[in-house]
T-cell receptor, first 112, second 115 residues
Framework: DTEVTQTPKHLVMGMTNKKSLKCEQH?????MYWYKQKAKKPPELMFV???????INESVPSRFSPECPNSSLLNLHLHALQPEDSALYLC???????????FGPGTRLTVT | GNSVTQMEGPVTLSEEAFLTINCTYT??????LFWYVQYPGEGLQLLLK?????DKGSNKGFEATYRKETTSFHLEKGSVQVSDSAVYFC??????????????FGQGTILTVHP
């Protein structure tokens, strides 16, 4: 089983809202990732967690706040987003760094 | 640093045609190489991988061979189907250096297959 699940599938939020994206995997993977993908572009790495610790932050604005409550779960907390933050947000996991990554279906976020 | 270059798209083929999508890379050391596919409205799926020189990855009729001498990992399929219409990303992962833990993606190639 190589499934990564993400909820919600779609999210519309105003610029003053606070919302969270959730990602879950039950493959025993120790690395988890958040990506942002704009239309017709490759995914852009945002954050990497390794063994539940933040390993990489690609200079992401503080309005995006990641959290890894346990080895199976990864959250992305959103606050005061801008319309340009509208994108597909993808979660991925891998056995460890730098093994192949398995992606979830994504959350389509629209900021109004 | 690491980089991946894919052939310009989009690519349009008729069903049962032969597919090649070129991918070349620049990296230090011995990266692992991947092809991912993204169907409309979905996340990325790992299509195939190769972790050392001369390895051939294969899946669902797709193949790619890790060629260190030409720093290439071209994707091929002998007979495409309409259901293969998607965006294909070549990517690499390096076990060392400042890119440790990161996937470097090519720009993606849009494939459309007509009946």
């Amino acid at each position: 089983d190589t499934e990564v699940t993400q909820t919600p599938k779609h999210l519309v939020m105003g610029m003053t809202n606070k919302k969270s994206l959730k990602c879950e995997q039950h493959m025993g993977h120790r690395a988890m990732y958040w990506y942002k993908q704009k239309a017709k572009k490759p995914p852009e790495l945002m954050f990497v967690y390794s063994y539940e610790k933040l390993s990489i932050n690609e200079s992401v604005p503080s309005r995006f706040s990641p959290e890894c409550p346990n080895s199976s779960l990864l959250n992305l907390h959103l606050h005061a987003l801008q319309p340009e933050d509208s994108a597909l947000y993808l979660c991925a996991s891998s056995f460890d760094l730098p093994y192949e990554q398995y992606f979830g279906p994504g959350t389509r976020l629209t900021v109004t | 640093g690491n980089s991946v270059t894919q052939m310009e798209g989009p690519v349009t083929l008729s069903e049962e045609a032969f597919l090649t999508i070129n991918c070349t890379y620049t990296a230090t050391g011995y990266p692992s190489l991947f092809w991912y596919v993204q169907y409309p409205g979905e996340g990325l799926q790992l299509l195939l991988k190769a972790t050392k020189a001369d390895d051939k990855g294969s899946n669902k009729g797709f193949e790619a061979t890790y060629r260190k001498e030409t720093t290439s990992f071209h994707l091929e399929k002998g007979s495409v189907q309409v259901s293969d219409s998607a965006v294909y990303f070549c990517a690499l992962s390096n076990a060392g250096g400042t890119s440790y833990g990161k996937l470097t993606f090519g720009q993606g190639t849009i494939l459309t297959v007509h009946p």
